[in-house]
């Protein structure tokens, strides 16, 4: 493994790490910007805009740009986040070039007022998609509730009411002023030539304004609000609990990771043992997730309405519990190993590498290698963890419960029963 | 890229495939079971989840925290699933583990304590994960699909039926496993690195037993229907439609996997740019190949909202007809592209690995080596295709559609 770098004049930094033995590579561009950087108004316009870069440009329709992704066979896709928007490719390493040329012109998209117009229903189909998803819904409704005005509580696909007024005029505004070389790292990881991917990027987006562009950051402890939203369709509990965390720039953050494997991992963490275990929810989970110059815990628990209380109750007793005992060595050993032994999998695909080496740039602007990270883990000790549980309290939460009408339990058993005969 | 195979055979007749790949640092591995939701008896809708389940809480001299702690201790990442003909149940892990995991699957499989306390959890479990199901349209649609294309049993649900759930006791489910887990017909599977000859003097000294009869095969009964609607008050109209193609085993196979990436292999497919890049009828839409050992079928899914869903199953179906009616050289050589990268871009995942040459073995007798299928990708064109589609036309559709609106 070999690490690349270079900055050109504008700011844009490329990144490599070349690994001569993979049977693939991937690339990436990795734009800092997202949900939190948009105002009301333009709710949503980071993520219907990562969709308007498929649309082509001056010289490319959309279906000249999917068909030339589609004639490398490789496996492309984007996404958007609070505060990232992402494209990337896997591909075999005879064609990361030309991928690479592709993503590049992409960056600079015509943004057509036609394409707009029939991408905007697409949107909304993404929208209602994502209310069908109770386990999503409920995530992001809570975040909303715990950042309570923050701009890292905006919704990242909008509301169907803010992409309706949204215009395409403000979209290549935000386009405009958040698309800037200086905020955006071309990443390559896995088997690729550093030179020619240099010389590529070097050509083609040095021509790329600098743009003044920046984010307030501002830590936020959430609202620790409580919230109950009814929905009729709905037949279990849908329960979002979140909690202040720390950055992605903040050094402990592996000690917040393990202490998410511990409390909320699907198997074998506190939630698991006494949640799912003795089946009074059929899911729960915890993680963390750093945000830049924020951060949170989120935990999701499904359930039966039955059991609510009795969830909670025991949640609760989790939480007391970690603040009064804390964590074991023991735990935080299999903690460890599992993250290990994660990480070394998901880095054996050059995409996995992408990931985390565009990441590591966005939110550092420094290179850290697999075993660099391995080291951290490793060093992680029960105090540490002990000392970010009484600091930040996970078990003072912010909570979200998505469910039925709650005198309607017994009719929507009965609802239930009739579909299922009728079959 | 020459791949190796390795394969051994116990005297019971349990199959042991092995692939080293020597990039890697984990190993990963899988046993299929042969107890899949449509072998077992008539009734037990579901079982094969609560077996799933109840076979990892305690084995050999372990209760059940024992054990979970034990497989965290290694760093697991644990899968399990239930399909039509088998339970797998596997892990991936940094390969020093492998041998410490081995020996816990043993106990899983071989000896499960099946405590009558810990039963009652795990089928409350699989009764939850079913009412879930309601919550997850998307998920349930396809679940409905499968069972109503494919001839009865095949299809049947592998997460149930409430009632049968209720019904089923700890002892009829022992009885299950003790008559299922048949090691004669259980395939083992790594991929990644690991010492060939540890693996098979392990798994012989674990697994070595007297032969055991395969079961009967099980009778295949008829199609359930045509188009089932399910109510639901939801946001959008969830659609799945299947319709039957050839099996792996068919000299057309290549053929029809070409011609399903012709309709939705890429983004520049047919279904994603008809339906959604022109129309914007849908976010999700796509269609992909689907086959058991006995039957196969292309399966595609698009979720739409109520007053776009006619539209979109007509476009998708026409869409389906018109595929015979000619396809462009540039289309065949896409789709052959993307089916190639994505045979190599998935040969770098000891998981991926693990999982396609088990698969193999049970569907073909035989694994096929990455240069096969590239071969034979390579052998398609737009006559070889077309000439399958002409004498395979698309007739009968499986329709399913849970939302607020019922279709035509």
Redesign the interface.
């Known amino acids: 493994m070999e690490f690349k770098k270079k900055t050109l004049s504008n700011g844009l930094d490329v990144v490599g790490e070349v690994n001569k033995?993979?049977?693939?590579a991937a690339v990436g561009f990795f734009v800092k910007t997202g949900s939190r950087d948009e105002s009301e108004q333009i709710n949503g316009v980071s993520h219907f805009l990562e969709h308007m870069l498929?649309k082509g440009t001056e010289k490319l329709s959309?279906?000249e740009v999917?068909?030339a992704?589609?004639?490398?066979?490789?496996?492309?896709n984007a996404f958007t986040s609070e505060e990232n928007t992402v494209f990337y490719a896997?591909?075999?390493p005879e064609y990361l070039l030309e991928v690479t040329g592709l993503w590049i012109e992409l960056m600079r998209p015509a943004l057509r007022d036609d394409d707009f117009s029939?991408?905007?229903?697409?949107?909304?189909?993404?929208i209602?998609?994502y209310?069908?998803?109770?386990?999503f819904d409920v995530m992001d409704q809570c975040r909303t509730l715990h950042f309570d005005g923050h701009p890292c509580g905006n919704s990242v696909l909008g509301s169907e009411a803010s992409i309706d007024n949204l215009t395409a005029e403000q979209m290549r505004d935000y386009f405009a002023r958040r698309y800037a070389p200086n905020n955006m790292v071309l990443a390559c990881a896995g088997n690729f030539d550093w030179d020619q991917i240099c010389s590529i990027a070097a050509n083609s987006c040095s021509r790329w304004q600098k743009q003044a562009v920046g984010r307030k950051l501002e830590h936020y402890g959430g609202s620790k609000k409580k919230k109950r939203v009814e929905k009729?369709?709905?037949?279990?509990e849908?329960i979002c609990l979140m909690s202040a965390g720390l950055s992605a720039q903040d050094p402990r953050r592996f000690a917040a990771s393990l202490l998410g494997i511990i409390v909320g991992d699907n198997?074998?963490s506190r939630f698991?043992?006494e949640l799912?275990?003795?089946?009074l929810?059929?899911?729960a989970t915890m993680q963390f997730g750093a945000m830049d110059g924020t951060g949170a815990f989120y935990s999701y628990i499904?359930?039966?309405t039955d059991n609510v209380t009795k969830v909670l109750d025991t949640v609760s007793d989790i939480f007391q519990s970690l603040s009064k005992n804390g964590i074991t060595e023991?735990e935080l050993?299999?903690a460890k190993?599992?993250?290990?032994?994660?990480l070394?999998?998901k880095n054996?695909?050059?995409m996995g590498r992408l990931v985390d080496l565009g990441f590591n740039w966005i939110y550092l602007e420094k290179y850290r290698t697999v075993q660099d990270d391995i080291s951290a883990i490793k060093a992680v000790t029960v105090d540490d963890v002990n000392v970010l549980i009484e600091q930040f309290n996970p078990g003072e939460f912010t909570q979200l419960s998505l469910g039925p009408a709650q005198d309607r339990g017994l009719k929507t058993e009965n609802r239930?029963?009739r579909?299922?005969s009728?079959? | 890229m020459k791949e190796r195979l390795d394969k051994y055979t116990l005297k019971n007749g349990m199959v042991v495939l092995g692939e080293p790949m020597e990039a890697v640092a984990s190993a990963a591995f899988g046993f299929m079971l042969p107890s899949g939701a449509a072998v077992l008896p008539e009734g037990c809708c579901g079982a094969g989840g609560v077996i799933a389940d109840w076979i990892f809480r305690g084995a050999g001299d372990k209760n059940s925290r024992q054990l979970g702690d034990a497989l965290d201790g290694l760093g697991l990442a644990r899968s399990r699933s239930v399909g039509s003909s088998h339970i797998t149940i596997g892990a991936a892990l940094e390969a020093g583990n492998l041998a410490q995991a081995l020996d816990l699957h043993a106990d899983i499989i071989l000896k499960p304590s099946l405590e009558e306390d810990q039963f009652e959890l795990a089928r409350q479990l699989a009764i939850d994960g079913l009412l879930s199901l309601d919550d997850d349209p998307r998920q349930k649609v396809m679940l409905k699909l499968r069972e109503q294309f494919y001839p009865s049993p095949l299809g049947r649900s592998p997460v149930g039926e409430i009632a049968e759930l209720k019904a089923l006791t700890a002892e009829k489910t022992r009885q299950i496993i003790n008559d299922n887990f048949n090691l004669s017909q259980t395939i083992f599977a790594v991929a990644g690195k690991y010492d060939l000859e540890a693996v098979c003097h392990q798994i012989e000294k674990l697994f070595e037993t007297e032969r055991q009869e395969a079961a009967e095969p099980v009778m295949l009964g008829s199609k359930a229907g045509k188009y089932t609607h399910i109510d639901n008050d939801g946001a959008q109209v969830h659609i799945g439609l299947m319709t039957d193609t050839v099996k792996p085993t068919d000299e057309d196979y290549y053929n029809a996997r070409v011609a399903v990436s012709v309709l939705s292999g890429g983004m520049s497919a047919r279904l994603f740019t008809k339906v959604r890049e022109e129309r914007g009828l849908c976010y999700a839409i796509g269609a992909r190949y689907h086959c058991l050992k006995d039957a196969a079928g292309i399966m595609c899914y698009a979720g739409t909202t109520p007053d776009k869903a006619q539209e979109t199953l007509d476009v998708i179906m026409q869409e389906f007809d018109k595929l015979g009616e000619g396809i462009s050289e540039e289309e065949i050589q896409r789709a052959k592209v993307g089916l190639k990268s994505s045979l190599i871009l998935s040969s770098e995942s000891s998981s991926s690995r693990a999982g396609a040459i088990a698969s193999d073995y049970y569907m073909l007798g035989r694994v096929r080596g990455l240069d096969e299928i590239k071969d034979k990708i390579e052998a398609t064109s737009v006559n070889s295709v077309l000439g399958f589609l002409r004498s395979n036309k698309f007739k009968d559709f499986t329709v399913v559609t849970i939302g607020p609106k019922c279709l035509k």
């Open positions: 033995s993979a049977k693939s498929f959309a279906l999917n068909e992704f589609d004639r490398t066979g490789a496996q492309f896997a591909v075999l029939i991408e905007k229903n697409v949107i909304k189909e993404e209602a998609m209310k069908d998803m109770p386990s009729s369709n709905l037949a279990r849908h198997v074998g698991f043992w799912v275990d003795k089946a929810a059929d899911a499904s359930c039966s023991d050993r299999k190993n599992k993250v290990l032994s994660a070394v999998i054996e695909l050059p239930r029963q579909t299922d009728d079959l």
